[in-house]
């Protein structure tokens, strides 16, 4: 056995590939993970398998860690890098499907469409007013792949766009041509409409959205996260929300998952979606095309396009 497959990743794309054990809920058994991985060279995981130094040093063959998705926060690159285990990612591959979804959740929000659809089943026709997105200012904290294909669609709306990204230049020419205007977090918190989360958990980001940073909103604005459930704070956000500091919420990412609705069930202002926004039809092809590519070129001795630790 040289490839295992230890989560919920598969489609005719690996086909192409020979030896290949799916084991889609291996990472819940450390026991049963540990002993697959003895004959592993590559393994593919999603977010849920958590690549330590303790499991690659149960994998003494491994030669390639294949990530379906793009956050990394579950794999040790440091530990692969210092045993010559490289790290790829489909980095980009389903940032169009984020960027929808970040999008679809603005307006879920924006025009009360759960609240309505909640009325009209229990009988109801109370039709409330919602809120255009057309002319407003939306705010990206993260200025790549994702945020960049929310703000081609918005660019559609008319909208105003600005960005908090401290790896970025307001000279890069991919966030000049875009229209998206590079400014201070605090600035962008206080100045916009609608805030989408686009960057990873990691000691900088975690509870960078919390309750000093959601008062000087908007009471109008909508906060989406489409990013990393750790970002924001929830306990900071429900009490944003219990007293209006701002207007409502779209998560598709919590900072515990899977994770408990409860404190949420309370506001008819918050959609929650399961953790899907990179998940498409259209991604996971792309994706699972280019880990079948990537493990293929490492088996076989070839340079890595999707390489994301230093093991190319």
């Known amino acids: ?16 590939l020979s030896n290949v054990v799916y084991e889609p809920t291996a990472f819940g058994d ?45 794999i040790d690159i440091s530990a692969c890098n210092q045993r010559g285990v ?3 990612a489909g980095l980009g591959a389903n940032a169009v499907s984020v ?8 307006l879920t929000v ?14 109801k026709w109370n039709r409330t007013p919602g809120t255009e997105l057309t002319g407003k200012t939306w705010g990206l904290i993260g200025c ?3 945020a960049k294909a929310a703000a081609r669609l918005l660019s559609g709306f008319q909208m105003k766009i600005i960005g908090y990204d401290p790896f970025v230049s307001a000279n890069d020419p991919s966030i000049s041509e875009l229209g998206i205007e590079v400014t201070e977090l605090n600035n962008l918190l206080s100045s916009s409409d609608f805030v989408s989360i686009h960057v990873p958990s990691n000691k900088d980001t975690n509870h960078l959205i919390n309750l000093d940073r959601l008062k000087p909103m908007k009471p109008n604005c909508i ?26 919420a779209g998560l598709d990412v919590r900072e515990k998952e899977p994770s408990d609705a409860s404190k949420f069930q309370k506001f008819s202002n ?23 590519d990537e493990i293929i070129r490492k088996l076989t001795n070839q340079p890595l396009q999707y390489a994301v630790g230093e093991v190319k």
């Open 30 to 74: 450390k026991a049963k993970l540990f002993s697959l991985l003895a004959d592993a060279e590559a393994i593919v995981v999603r977010n849920r398998t958590q690549v330590t130094a303790n499991l690659l040093d149960h994998a003494p063959k491994l030669k390639i860690v294949a990530r379906a998705g793009v956050g990394l926060d579950n």
């Open 99 to 106: 960027g929808e979804l970040a999008v679809g959740l603005a």
């Open 110 to 123: 924006a025009r009360q469409i759960g609240e309505h659809h909640q009325e009209i089943i229990l009988g």
């Open 270 to 292: 918050v959609v929650l979606t399961l953790h899907v926004a990179g998940i498409t039809h259209e991604s996971q092809i792309r994706i699972n095309q280019i880990l079948v």
């Open 144 to 146: 790549g792949a994702t």
């Open 1 to 16: 056995m040289s490839i295992l497959i230890v989560e919920d990743v598969y489609g005719p794309e690996f086909k192409s």
């Open 223 to 248: 906060l989406v996260n489409v990013g990393r459930g750790e970002v924001v704070d929830e306990t900071a956000l429900v009490t944003a929300l219990e007293s209006g500091l701002i207007a409502g």
């Open 86 to 88: 490289a790290v790829i």
